[in-house]
């Protein structure tokens, strides 16, 4: 047979329960009132202001150039801003390939920048613009001489040199550093033909389309040249396959060519006088 349970053995318990739960509802309210209470002195308070603003990753301009396209300035509320829009602002600049703008525990906004590599410079009116992996030619010039990116010469043909700038930014950068100039030098076979001045005293005469996939070998090419023993640098040509002449055997050939040709010219000249002669 089933106990029965007086009711009135279950008010205390019921009491209890009921004031907890009120006690809980309570303690929600209250927090919940110091919270927004908080936020709204937050909010109106200095404490919300943007104190600093870091900037990463700027090479080409100033960080100084980057926060005056972000918008933003120090002592604008921290809130007051979407990160998306100040990305699009800072990403519109030509040079920056991809742009991150976050908000650092209060007070602070980190933009994280990065450009297109700068991997060659072009020479105009004896100033030297840098130019980028993406093909464009950076808009500020740069007086000084370059030591970190080869010299572009004799390369008007805009869409040609897009696409070595392309193959350059493919480059293992230790091979890059290598290069001091880099001259056009096409013929109506190839009109792809580049001859490359390196920093360690080789030529070499390449085609922009391989460019990349051949020059990243240079450094074991030379290191082949130097083992032979008695070496001479000279030229290493890479266009179709890959040979070495060096300097003394190209520009030997080069002068014996250039004395048969004088001396054919020579000949006419004799041919000529004679004939002159005959007719007087």
Do not use: C
Request: glycine residues 4%; negative net charge.
């Amino acid at each position: 047979m089933d106990k029965v349970i007086d009711i009135e053995d279950r008010i205390p318990t019921l009491r209890e329960k009921r004031r907890r739960r009120t006690n809980f509802k309570f303690t929600v309210l209250i927090f919940l009132f110091f919270i927004t209470l908080f936020l709204l002195l937050y909010f109106q308070s200095p404490f919300s202001d943007i104190k600093k603003i870091n900037i990463s990753g700027a090479e080409l301009v100033d960080n100084e150039e980057y926060i005056n396209y972000s918008g933003l300035q120090t002592g604008d509320s921290m809130w007051g801003f979407r990160e998306g829009e100040v990305e699009k602002s800072i990403k519109e600049q030509h040079w920056v390939k991809d742009v991150q703008v976050k908000r650092k525990w209060l007070t602070t906004v980190e933009i994280k920048v990065d450009e297109w590599q700068k991997v060659a410079y072009i020479s105009k009116d004896n100033v030297f613009y840098p130019m980028l992996e993406n093909g464009d030619v950076f808009k500020e010039p740069s007086t000084m001489e370059p030591i970190d990116a080869p010299l572009f010469l004799q390369f008007e043909d805009e869409k040609l040199r897009k696409r070595l700038l392309k193959e350059l930014a493919k480059l293992d950068t230790t091979v890059l550093a290598l290069i001091s100039q880099i001259n056009a030098t096409p013929s109506s076979a190839d009109p792809y033909s580049i001859t490359l001045y390196m920093n360690d005293g080789y030529e070499v005469r390449a085609e922009i389309t391989t460019l990349a996939k051949k020059l990243n070998y240079y450094p074991s090419i030379v290191a082949q040249i130097e083992n032979t023993g008695d070496f001479e640098k000279g030229i290493i040509d890479i266009e179709v396959g890959s040979y070495y002449r060096s300097y003394n055997d190209e520009y030997t050939q080069l002068n014996l060519n250039f004395e048969e040709v004088e001396a054919e010219s020579e000949g006419q000249e004799v041919l000529v006088d004679e004939e002159e002669t005959i007719t007087q």
